[in-house]
Each structure stands twice: as C-alpha cells, then as structure tokens.
Nanobody
Framework: QVQLAESGGGLVQAGGSLRLSCAAS????????MGWFRQAPGKEREFVAN????????AYADSVKGRFTISRDNAKNMVALQMNSLKLEDTAVYFC??????????????????WGQGTQVTVSS
C-alpha cells in the first residue's frame, strides 16, 4: 500500500485560496490514481477530485468544478489540490487517498484502500 500524508490546511476567509499537498511513499506512486475526499462535520465523506496515474485525466465533484484543481508530480511522489474561491461549505477535513489496486481510475470511496490522516480546512465569513 501507499503511505500518505497531507499538509497545507488552515483557516481562510471566504473567497480566498489554499493549496493542499499530499506526500506519498513507495516507488509505485506513478501507477496509482490519486484522489481527494472531504468530510464536513455531521456529514459523510465525499469525493472531491481525482487524477489518473499519468496525470492526463482529472475528475471533479460538481460542487468544486471550476474552483479546485488537482495535480501531481510523479517525480516527487506528490499530489496537490489548489482550492480557489473558497466557500463556507468547503469547510471540512480533507483526505488524500489511493485505490487499493494500481492503474484503477475510480472515484468510488470503496475502491480507495490507502488514506492520509486528513488536514482541516476552515473557511470563515
């Protein structure tokens, strides 16, 4: 499995920006789709974005489309989530995740077997 560690969360005003990073261990990072999920207080964890192993394909939840951008650097074993025009409803713990199987491009939470510890993002008015 891939070991994951997120960073970059914090407190930001509505309309502002934050960049989350996820560092991955393992020499096979470039064979895994990477995903970002989030969980708001009292709500279930939900898909935010994913990126294919090569970085050629990305997908986003409708709620973040046009505001968030996922990217990856396979040479550095890193995946990032650039979040712009943040809204109050973006407040959540954000998790980086990798599927249990390599080369599987998926957005289904049940397919993801490796998770980071999460990083808190709080958007204030």
């Amino acid at each position: 499995q891939v070991q994951l560690a997120e960073s970059g969360g914090g407190l930001v005003q509505a309309g502002g920006s934050l960049r989350l990073s996820c560092a991955a261990s393992g020499r096979t990072f470039s064979t895994y789709t990477m995903g970002w999920f989030r969980q708001a207080p009292g709500k279930e964890r939900e898909f935010v974005a994913n990126i294919s192993p090569s970085g050629a394909r990305t997908a986003y939840a409708d709620s973040v489309k046009g505001r968030f951008t996922i990217s990856r650097d396979n040479a550095k074993n890193m995946v990032a989530l650039q979040m712009n025009s943040l809204k109050l409803e973006d407040t959540a713990v954000y998790f980086c995740a990798a599927p249990a199987l390599p080369f599987r491009v998926t957005a289904a939470e049940s397919d993801f077997g490796s998770w980071g510890q999460g990083t808190q993002v709080t958007v204030s008015s």
